[in-house]
């Protein structure tokens, strides 16, 4: 029985520069690094999601195992394990919502706005939470409600999901960690849970930043063991969401 962690990236920038670490998020990262280093877990093998937010992360957790002289295997990047686009289905979905939703279109210009203000506010709330049109702009995409030239949300499910045949055969009892964001991860536990619709997403929402969660791997099943693990971020201000 393998056992697998599945790694959220550390808090990410502004909504004007997303995919990268904030400073709050290097610090995260380093915080599991150290805890799983002081846990004696070894990796058998690592891999990450191409996003610069999911290689940073497990980056800086290398470097804590090299510091520490712990070995670390490769890691591994691998696009399955990318998060949704978000800015594509804005660009592709807002619009049409506007055109049909007053409210929305209230909202999508203030949050516009928002934005452009707080670009160089790491900490403003408008890059640190959801607002209601990220949420509108998201079931939209999830429901198929518009014709969209992206990835749609089954072909996004199936790609997370079939991330499980481009894990390498693990020996009994290995450590596999995987870097990568709430969807997947969220993805991943409905799974295991035999969850196969958009109740995926709620799990997604409650996911700390630089958490994990543990999925053991047993004759072709997962198991969930662990689910949004944040021991070592007891630090004021780093148990973050966004």
Excluded at 50 to 55: D, G, M, P, V
Excluded at 112 to 130: D, M
Excluded at 199 to 228: I, K, P
């Amino acid at each position: 029985m393998s056992r697998l962690y599945l790694v959220r990236h550390g808090q990410a920038g502004t909504r004007e520069a997303y995919d990268a670490l904030s400073e709050v998020g290097r610090r995260q990262a380093r915080l599991l690094g150290e805890y799983f280093v002081s846990e004696g877990i070894h990796f058998t093998a690592a891999y990450s999601g191409a996003l610069a937010r999911q290689q940073e992360t497990a980056a800086v957790v290398r470097d804590v195992y090299r510091e520490a002289g712990a070995g670390f295997p490769e890691i591994v990047s691998e696009p399955g394990w990318n998060e949704f686009d978000l800015a594509h289905v804005y660009g592709a979905l807002a619009p049409r919502l506007c055109e049909e939703d007053p409210e929305f279109a209230r909202q999508y210009q203030e949050l516009l706005a928002q934005a452009r203000a707080a670009a160089e506010q790491p900490e403003a709330s408008v890059n640190r939470r959801w607002l209601p049109c990220d949420v509108k702009v998201v079931q939209a995409w999830m429901q198929g409600r518009y014709a969209y030239d992206g990835e749609s949300w089954l072909a996004f499910r199936e790609r997370v999901a079939g991330c499980r045949d481009k894990l390498e055969p693990a020996e009994s009892d290995a450590n596999i960690v995987v870097f990568t964001s709430a969807t997947p991860i969220g993805i991943w536990a409905a799974l295991a849970m035999e969850i196969h619709d958009e109740r995926a997403l709620r799990l997604a929402g409650v996911l700390h930043n630089a958490s994990y969660t543990l999925l053991r791997l047993y004759d072709g099943q997962l198991r969930l063991h662990q689910f949004n693990a944040i021991p070592h971020l007891c630090e004021p201000g780093l148990r973050t969401y966004r």
